[in-house]
């Protein structure tokens, strides 16, 4: 009898809530009023990784989502940290990433009195949410917790908030009551409804491709959401046609791929005449999809979630739907046909030579020791090493200008979602919290970080939490003191009462980012030369343990602005 009158309070039943819609996982940064329902998830059984600060938590919860398929949650406290929060939101809106923030806000009665961290943050979140409720009493919980979950998943993918005042985090109801609104949002819980190929869209689609002279595929991080590696795998080689992945995209199949147009991308995208892409935005990644880098007759077969994209992007042939069940269809329509591609066709063969001609400049260029170190030269020593992973391949983290740049041509990328970096909005800042997101997420795989000093040290402070949970994460910093590298200035920029000031690019020279992890007890490795860096990298690879290394990088090497100076 006692049982059933038990008082349950608002804490623990959006703890219970959480566990009972499947979530196992939450990246945050406690307090008031959160703490307790930290505590209260992770004594049914979520892990709670705590960050120090709520944007890498924020990063980690939307690169969760995106590597698992399921949302990532985030928990913050109330005001400041649901400001800070936000990064994570707007980085799920801008990649097309599951997610959902949980914030506590201030008492329902004090609003617009100066309660502490006092916030509108149903306002604050607006433009970067699909979906946000603010549960103005106890009993909306476990019914927001299931619609939020659904709407951050469904359609294209995204971020939700959910609003729990202070006042209701201390509501409670019975056991009994707890149990019926668990219930019931559990059996009212929403599923995706499928969405039907249309026979006449599929065969569009097949006659469009079958007259192609040039075609091509290209697949994002969409693709790698909807998990079509499989299907698309099938559709190169059942037709013979070229790909071209996204920088996420790349791995859904490998790039090591005979059919692989990595190398060619210049040529594959200014030549082509038909286009499938799957999964992948003709946004700025894309060049939108518009001369000069695409042929101006170009016709662009698009396959995409979200409805708006393809009245958006106007296509010859749009396909809206799970990538991964249209590709399914596709391919069971596409018989053996003459019109599969032959490997002695001359479209094949000019990206074929061309891979091979940039390959083997490229191959060039790293071939060479070059010390004090370029971008090139511990490129090729780290992408040897991972690659002497072998199965299953490392998470790789990447963000910086120039680091991130040669990292996307040089690293090689074998395996499905195996690549996280700056993204759709080229945020720095990301990479920890894409590690620890990939650590806590696929417990099987190393995960290595290349970034860029200035890129790293935007959530430094991570590596805290990177020892504290003991993740087999390795970051590797490249060091060239500043912002794309030294101080660039023309002499005659460098002027006024300030100009003995260090360049607004320049960080302390010689930072011992290395000692930085120390101070927390994880290794860090100071290298110069390659043979320094080899063993350090061995001996981090094989003792799968939180670890920085610091690589020397001559501050003039590589470009202003990595490859984006036209935007400058
Ligand atoms: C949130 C955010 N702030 C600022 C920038 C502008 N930005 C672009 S790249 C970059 C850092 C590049 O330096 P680093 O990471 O050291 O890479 P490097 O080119 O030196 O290898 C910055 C600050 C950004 N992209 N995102
Ligand atoms: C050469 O290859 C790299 C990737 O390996 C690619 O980023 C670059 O765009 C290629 N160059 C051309 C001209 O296609
Ligand atoms: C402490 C230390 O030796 N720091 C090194 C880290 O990297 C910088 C810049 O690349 C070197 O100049 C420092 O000597
Ligand atoms: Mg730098």
Redo the contacts with the bound molecule.
Sequence with gaps: MAEKTALIDCNLLVAKALARAGVDRMFGVVGIPVTSLANRAVALGIRFIAFHNEQSAGYAASAYGYLTGRPGVLLTVSGPGCVHGLAGLSNAAANAWPMVMISGSCDQKDVGRGDFQELDQIAAVKPFVKFSVKAKDITEIPNSVFTLLYHAGSGRPGGCYLDIPSDVLHQTVTESEANSLLNDAESNRKVEPIKSVKNDEIAKAISLIRKAERPLIVFGKGAAIARAEDEIKNLVEKTGIPFLPTPMGKGLLP?SHELAA???????IGKCDVAVVVGARLNWLLHFGEPPKWSKDVKFILIDIDEGEIELRKPELGLVGDAKRILKVLNKEIKDDPFCLGRTHPWIEAITN??KE??S??EGQLGKDVVPFNFLTPMRIIRDAIVGLGSPAPILVSEGANTMDVG???LVQTEPRTRLDAGTWGTMGVGLGYCIAAAVASPERLVVAVEGDSGFGFSAMEVETLVRYQLPVVVIVFNNGGVYGGDRRNPEEITGPYKNDPAPTSFVPGAAYHLLIEAFGGKGYLVGTPDELKSALTESFSARKPAVINVTIDPFAGAESGRMQHKN
Excluded at 263 to 268: C, D, E, F, K, Q
């Design positions: 790039d990595t190398a060619a991308r210049s040529l594959a061309k891979v940039n390959v400049r490229m996307r041509s040089v």
